[in-house]
């Protein structure tokens, strides 16, 4: 009786080390995915504000509107808003999802997924990486002439996913 007792203590005590070693795991991996989704957040740039979006206005050259109702956009990776172009500047009147690694790319036709994206992503043009999710502002490489595009898209170069894109004219 007494042996049966130890091996059922032994069993015990394995089953407890694995299922807190479990815990600690799950915990560390859920921890993980909550700080890659709020850290982006956390350190956003604060965004235009309307008095520089009222100056700005005056070199539009270009509009698109984002949507949330493309193909690939969905409850986390969406984008709304008046998208403008200038010579020198491209900035938004809106929002995007907030995630990681978010970059804004100039593209060679308009496109709605991930997969018409990835075909067309050698002939893009990377502009700049955005740093705020509502009313952000990058500046436009001297290198490209916005005129030669006639869409731009978010991606997400973390997770290789489509954010939104807009028409320009």
Not at 21 to 46: D, H, N, Q, S, W
Not at 117 to 134: D, H, R, T
Request: aromatic letters at 12%.
């Amino acid at each position: 009786m007494k042996a049966l007792f130890q091996n059922l203590l032994g069993f015990a005590k394995r089953h407890i080390i694995l299922f807190g070693a479990a815990k600690f795991l799950a915990g560390l991996v859920i921890g993980f995915g909550l700080g890659v989704y709020f850290l982006p957040i956390l350190t956003a740039e604060k965004g235009l504000d309307e008095a520089a979006i009222a100056q700005l206005e005056q070199s539009i050259e270009r509009t698109g509107t984002f949507t949330r109702d493309l193909e690939d956009s969905d409850a986390l990776h969406w984008g709304e808003g008046k998208i403008n172009v200038s010579d020198i500047k491209i900035w938004l009147e809106g929002k995007i999802a907030a995630g990681p690694d978010y970059r804004l790319y100039m593209i060679p036709k308009f496109v709605e997924t991930e997969a018409d994206f990835l075909a067309i992503k050698a002939q893009s043009v990377e502009v700049a990486p955005i740093k705020a999710f509502e009313n952000f502002a990058v500046d436009v490489p001297m290198d490209v002439d916005v005129a030669q595009f006639p869409a731009l898209l978010i991606w997400c170069e973390a997770f290789g996913q489509f954010i939104t894109a807009a028409k320009l004219s």
